[in-house]
């Protein structure tokens, strides 16, 4: 199959290409710059947002967990004091969501999605390296997600609270997401969030709004077809919305992952079939050139824009389809989009990747290198997953 020649590519990718990149975006004056254009400007004035910050966290400290290179552990822990400096709010609790690059808070508003990858990447850097002001942090953060987010009557969290924490009338996570009172993406890296800290800290309360999370993505999110649906009311019922194909492939294997960070093989027998069936249904989305399209919209059309982070976890979706459900061609079928990514997408000149492969086949330079939104988390992930799978064989 290759593996020893997949092997060095994801490792190559992921130092050279990826991490070295995100390493010459330290601010020597704290943290990370906060977006670079398409065409490499770095636009060091530029608001910081919550998500990618969080990211480079999580990016570095699971490196450094996988590779020992100290000089990712000295980057998780510098974004790491800029952050818990200026993205926590140290009146209110939990995180902003933007700040700007002298760390005056921009936007805010308490996103679930955001607390939610402030705890993945400080429970990260505990695991890389036991550091108790990152451990102390993510608890609080998961105590405010409890105070504040949860919905102890229809069960699950609330999508995105004010400052201080009362009621929003626009919780939308981004341009590209509609008003909803909870949505898919924001319990799936919840869920994520959760288990990785239960990880450093296996406490009940937390376990239990673990299984919680998993009961809840297979038991409402997903969709009798096996996609998911991605906007709910507060007590569930469906809001009609697209396809989201990155979105099926990638819980289909971070739900069974965040199953086994339990421990409990009744919890993991419960989740494994729901996620199989979402792993087949993300894989509708495949084109003949070993791509994964975006989104199918509710009249049937589609975008089939190729972009970054859906190709990413279209390998690791399949890496583990093969490995933990017998699927046998899912290993070609994850070599394929990793085919595609090296092929289109890795700016191997410029460093890091493109956002997306537009339809006609041209890359997008409209959208950034770094940005709110474009972060060493899916693509390095996505080579930390292929290393440990394909080692593991």
Excluded at 111 to 129: K, M, N, P, T, W
Excluded at 173 to 202: C, G, Q
Excluded at 290 to 306: I, L, N, P, Q, V
């Amino acid at each position: 199959m290759g593996n020893t020649q997949h092997l060095s590519e994801f490792k190559s990718i992921l130092q050279e290409n990826i991490l070295q990149y995100w390493l010459k975006l330290r601010d020597p004056e704290g943290g990370f710059y906060g977006e670079v254009f398409s065409n490499g400007d770095v636009i060091k004035n530029a608001p910081r947002g919550v998500i990618l910050n969080a990211r480079i966290i999580w990016a570095f400290a699971a490196a450094y967990r996988a590779l020992g290179n100290k000089e990712y552990l000295d980057a998780a822990l510098w974004a790491k004091e800029w952050f818990l400096k200026n993205f926590v709010d140290h009146e209110n609790g939990g995180v902003y969501w933007s700040v700007s690059a002298s760390g005056e808070p921009l936007e805010s508003k308490k996103q679930l999605y955001s607390q939610g990858f402030a705890i993945y990447g400080l429970s990260e850097l505990v695991r890389a390296c036991g550091d108790k002001e990152a451990l102390e942090a993510a608890i609080e953060l998961f105590r405010v997600c409890q105070r504040h987010f949860a919905d102890r009557r229809n069960g699950g969290y609330t999508e995105a609270l004010a400052r201080n924490f009362s009621p929003l009338e626009d919780m939308s996570l981004s341009a590209h997401d509609i008003n909803a009172d909870k949505t898919m993406n924001s319990h799936l890296h919840i869920l994520e969030a959760f288990a990785n800290l239960y990880r450093v800290w296996p406490d009940p309360e937390l376990r239990e709004a673990v299984v919680s999370l998993l009961d809840i993505i297979c038991r409402k999110v997903m969709a009798p077809d096996g996609h998911l649906q991605l906007y709910f009311k507060n007590d569930w019922t469906v809001i009609p919305g697209a396809v989201s194909y990155g979105h099926d492939i990638e819980t289909s294997w971070l739900m069974l992952e965040c199953a086994e960070a339990i421990g409990d093989e009744k919890v993991i027998g419960f989740v494994k079939p729901y996620a199989l069936r979402l792993g087949i249904a993300g894989n509708e989305g495949l084109l003949p050139d070993g791509s994964m399209r975006y989104e199918k919209f509710t009249d049937g059309t589609f975008d089939d824009s190729r972009q970054w982070w859906v190709q990413a976890e279209t390998v690791v979706g399949n890496l583990w389809l093969w490995k933990y459900h017998g699927v046998t061609s899912a290993y070609d079928t994850a070599m394929r989009t990793w085919d595609y990514i090296r092929e289109k997408l890795v700016d191997f000149e410029g460093g890091e990747w493109w956002w997306a492969i537009l339809p006609d086949g041209s890359i997008d330079r409209a959208n950034p290198k770094a940005g709110f939104w474009k972060c060493p988390y899916h693509n390095s992930r996505m080579c930390l997953e292929a290393l440990k799978v394909l080692e593991s064989q």
